[in-house]
């Protein structure tokens, strides 16, 4: 289907018969296509404690061969077009994409679809193990990542939410290859996976390519749980290290999912609480040279959401600070929003979305994005409108939708203990 909108933009659509999605946004002005695989998979579909971190890890494994590629082609193949490639892998999704000139899509788009069939060898995978376990090993070596990979545990406890993208060393160690092969003959089947292109390109020749390539592709497990999800009370997490010299601190609470009417509202009322330029927590705790950094934002997932706050600070000025960022948020819901801030933050978002269209990698990404959300795909004029429409009811409804204040899940890393750090907590 193509879908050509009142401003001119255009929307292309199309389902293989096994399943697969193809979105489409030409850019004729550019010379350049970004192509990609977006897998709707990722590490909170790892129900299985003992597959933590299978997402990331077959992300790896993609790269080290296909039935008629080894490692070393992949990447030589992919330099002769002169491609950026890349992936990344979070907590809802797995996407493997490229840049190219216009000219080389075609090449682009065989390679990365041979890549969806990984050969998954059983030395590439006990090779690559080593590999995984370094990169844990580097992200526990800095602290704020283990803080925030302890946050996310505390908060989500058993749910699947709470298994950390890179997974544990034990259960990366103990994972047999027979796992990820079932994980990937499940998650990684063609009516799990959006094929998603923005730039240069002919609408027709695309979907000619993916039936060429993709045609054969099996079908399997879709979707994935998605009830709301919140602590049933607060959580205090404090780990104490004496050999840090600042304190890091993490404040996470229910907030709107993304799907949720209030979501945009949601989104601008964590701008003014705490983006990184003009928020109320910018102005009063970091410009005041309180804490290194202090922010906030909401983090909206399928079916569930968290409104974190966070800062970095002396242990000196650690309870205070602690104390004063559930102050801001206190004055927020009970004072409210002003027009003129409101105002900062939906230019700052507009600001973002305009200089997001003017890339296909970004236009990439948000079709997909989109598809996921809501099941068709969105212009930037029509997001816009929806941020320009919110008021500052809107905001305040939104983030008293959840009880933040009562169900808060504290987790922090520095020299202080529980004592010394909540000492000045309301």
């Known amino acids: 289907m193509t879908e050509t909108t009142a401003n001119g933009t255009v929307f292309h659509t199309h389902t293989l018969s096994n399943g697969l999605q193809i979105v489409g946004q030409p850019m004729p002005d550019f010379e350049s296509v970004a192509v990609s695989y977006y897998v709707r998979t990722g590490s909170r579909d790892e129900y299985d404690p003992a597959i933590a971190g299978v997402s990331h890890f077959l992300e790896h494994m993609v790269f080290k061969g296909t039935k008629t590629l080894d490692w070393q082609d992949i990447t030589l193949e992919f330099n002769k077009i002169g491609a950026e490639i ?210 906030a934002g909401l983090w909206a997932m399928e079916g569930t959401g968290i409104l974190l706050m966070e800062a970095n600070t002396t242990p000196e000025n650690a309870p205070r600070v602690l104390k004063m960022l559930n102050d801001e948020l206190r004055s927020l819901l009970e004072d409210g929003v002003f027009e003129d801030e409101l105002r900062r933050a939906k230019d700052k978002w507009i600001s973002s979305i305009v200089l997001s269209s003017e890339s296909t990698f970004s236009r990439m990404r948000s079709l997909s994005n989109d598809w996921v959300t809501e099941g068709r795909l969105i212009t930037t004029e029509e997001e816009i409108e929806r941020i320009e429409k919110i008021t500052p009811e809107d905001v305040i409804r939104s983030l008293k939708h959840f009880p933040a204040l009562d169900k808060q899940v504290i987790t922090a890393l520095g020299p202080l203990n529980e004592t010394e750090l909540l000492k000045e907590k309301a």
């Open 86 to 295: 890349n992936a990344f892998t979070s907590h809802e999704s797995t996407v493997f994409y490229a840049r190219v000139l216009g000219e080389y899509l075609d090449r682009a788009v065989e390679l990365l679809s041979d890549m969806m069939y990984p050969r998954l060898a059983e030395e590439d995978f006990t090779m690559e193990k080593e590999v995984i376990v370094n990169e844990i090993a580097r992200s526990e070596d800095q602290p704020y990542n283990l803080a925030y990979r302890r946050m996310m545990a505390d908060y989500f406890g058993e749910h699947s939410l709470g298994h950390d993208v890179l997974g544990t060393r034990e259960s990366i160690r103990a994972m047999h290859i027979d796992q990820m092969r079932n994980y990937w003959n499940r998650r990684y089947a063609a009516n799990n996976l959006i094929l998603a292109v923005a730039g240069k390109f002919d609408w027709d020749h695309i979907v000619e390519l993916a039936e060429k390539h993709c045609s054969d592709w099996r079908t399997g497990e879709t979707g994935r749980e998605t009830s709301h999800y919140e602590p049933t009370h607060s959580i205090h997490d404090i780990m104490v290290d004496p050999n840090l010299k600042q304190q890091i601190m993490l404040i996470a609470m229910p907030a709107v999912d993304v799907n949720h009417p209030d979501y945009y509202a949601a989104a601008l009322g964590g701008s003014i609480l705490g983006d990184s330029d003009g928020s109320r927590m910018y102005w009063n705790i970091y410009q005041r040279g309180l804490a290194e950094s202090a922010s």
